[in-house]
């Protein structure tokens, strides 16, 4: 049996989607490509139990939809699996429904078409009810379950929680619902970086200052869990978080290193603190990895409780690390559940960028109950932190309420969606109803992008100028945030 893991093309005019790893969807003007790392995990669990894999990313290999479909049709895979978040949802229906005529034309009537991702697995009904799809997958452990209906239809084997399916009657059929809590993360095996060619992706994304680079995931997703606007909340409920053994993690990144990786991103929700990043980065010392790679990581504010911590993944090889600062004003985290205090920002960043780190911060404009006086007071604090040079680097994205998300309830149930077309759910304009225009968040957003440019890191980043590599990525972010203003501008929809 064939399994083809695919992201066909979506050419627009809007630029390139961001689809795999993502938790938020947006398209960039500037080419992004991040690495899918539980699809690869899947692809390669695949192919490690006897069934030939095809890698299918048309949009990393920039194919035109054309050539993306000539190529899926002379391939004949048994099950195409389709990745899919809310903006492109309706897209991806339309996609499936093609292919399914033209692979009939041909007299191929075995071919099954799986969708798994954040959207499905919050309206995994949907999908069935709109589209030719043969199955929907959901929850996040998409290797454990793909290894599960390629075995049910290869082998017979009964199909385990959380796959949605129609009986020989057309009815909308589920197999139970998905328990990914008994799922154990060290019997996979290190993904096959050759087979989900991972070069595709080891380039052309603004997370790596050195490159090739790549990502890995160790924690299944963020040990909180509880942000009420993450869309990754439907497909890894807090409850189940899970986590691989270090030993795996340090083996998997010493396979990198072989391969010439320069820089790894781990991707978990939240970096796994505590013991287990002791222990990861004595390891990363001890086999001598953080001589030879750098490590970027997703982290909460007030997760690492002692201060010496920093200084030791420092030590360890950690470079850039990302913090999800979401608003300034202490109303909005709390309703937003984010768990974290406006007081601790500053002080931890200080100790953060003190043990030479750099620390990338994520803010979000266009929360519901926000005025405008709240978006500025972000801003406010984001030049700020710049200025004090206690940022090296930031991200601002539209708030967007996904389907499956508590904050996507409190909209429905507050009359607060200012439409319901999935299409529009791509950080192109705001669909949330607020006090503040979308002409004006984006306004927002752009002074957020220019709020780095102070004289006093300006002068840091020439002092860094030193450094060639340094050099490279700081022209290369400019470039990026260039390509920012244009996905927030006033014609971006």
């Not at 899926?72 to 399914?100: C, M």
């Not at 692979?103 to 009810?129: F, Q, Y």
């Not at 287990?276 to 504010?301: A, P, T, V």
């Amino acid at each position: 049996m064939k399994v083809s893991i695919s992201y066909p093309p979506l050419n627009s005019k809007k630029g390139t989607p961001l689809l795999s790893q993502n938790r938020q969807f947006q398209w960039f003007s500037k080419p992004t490509y991040i690495y899918p790392v539980v699809p690869a995990s899947a692809a390669t669990l695949l192919s490690e139990n006897g069934y030939e894999v095809f890698w299918d990313d048309g949009i990393a290999e920039e194919l035109t939809h054309k050539e993306w479909k000539e190529r899926i049709i002379r391939e004949k895979p048994d099950i195409i699996v389709l990745e899919t978040k809310t903006p492109v949802i309706k897209k991806h229906w339309e996609i499936i429904d093609d292919i399914k005529r033209e692979i009939l034309k041909i007299g191929n009537c075995k071919l099954k078409i799986a969708l798994l991702g954040d959207h499905v697995s919050a309206l995994p009904e949907e999908s069935l009810k709109n589209s030719g799809v043969d199955y929907v997958i959901a929850g996040g452990d998409y290797d454990f379950a793909l290894l599960n209906l390629a075995n049910h239809l290869e082998k017979g084997e009964p199909l385990k929680g959380g796959i949605y399916y129609r009986n020989g009657n057309g009815e909308i059929i589920n197999s139970g619902p998905a328990d990914i809590s008994k799922n154990n993360l060290d019997e996979l095996p290190l993904i096959n970086r050759k087979l989900t060619k991972w070069k595709l992706y080891a380039y052309e994304n603004g997370n790596f200052k050195n490159t090739p680079g790549a990502y890995v995931m160790n924690g299944r997703d963020c040990w909180w869990g509880k942000c009420s606007f993450c869309s990754w909340t439907t497909l890894f409920p807090s409850k189940c978080y899970r986590v691989r053994s270090v030993e795996k993690a340090l083996d998997e990144i010493g396979e990198l290193i072989d391969l010439g990786v320069k820089e790894i991103m781990e991707d978990s929700g939240t970096l796994p603190v505590g013991k287990w990043l002791e222990d990861f980065c004595h390891g990363l010392i001890s086999r001598r990895y953080s001589q030879k790679i750098k490590i970027d990581g997703n982290m909460r504010f007030g997760a690492i409780k002692n201060p010496e911590t920093w200084k030791m993944m420092k030590q360890a090889g950690f470079r850039m690390i990302l913090f999800g600062l979401e608003s300034a004003n202490q109303e909005t985290l709390d309703k937003v559940n984010k768990g974290i205090k406006i007081s601790d920002v500053e002080p931890e960043l200080r100790l953060c960028k003190s043990s030479g780190l750099e620390p990338h911060l994520a803010v979000m404009i266009g929360y519901p109950w926000e005025t405008r006086e709240d978006a500025e007071k972000t801003l406010s604090l984001a030049k700020k932190l710049f200025k004090k040079n206690l940022a090296s680097t930031l991200q601002a994205t539209i708030v967007v309420p996904y389907p499956g998300t508590l904050l996507y309830q409190y909209c429905q149930e507050n009359n607060l969606l200012g439409t319901v077309d999935y299409n529009r759910f791509d950080q192109k304009e705001q669909v949330i109803k607020t006090e503040i225009s979308d002409k004006e968040i984006k306004k927002i957003i752009r002074k957020l992008y220019w709020s780095f440019l102070t004289p006093q890191f300006i002068f840091q980043k020439m002092l860094e100028l030193k450094n060639w590599n340094n050099a490279k990525f700081i022209f290369r972010s400019v470039f990026r945030v260039l390509g920012h203003f244009k996905d927030f501008s006033r014609r971006s929809n």
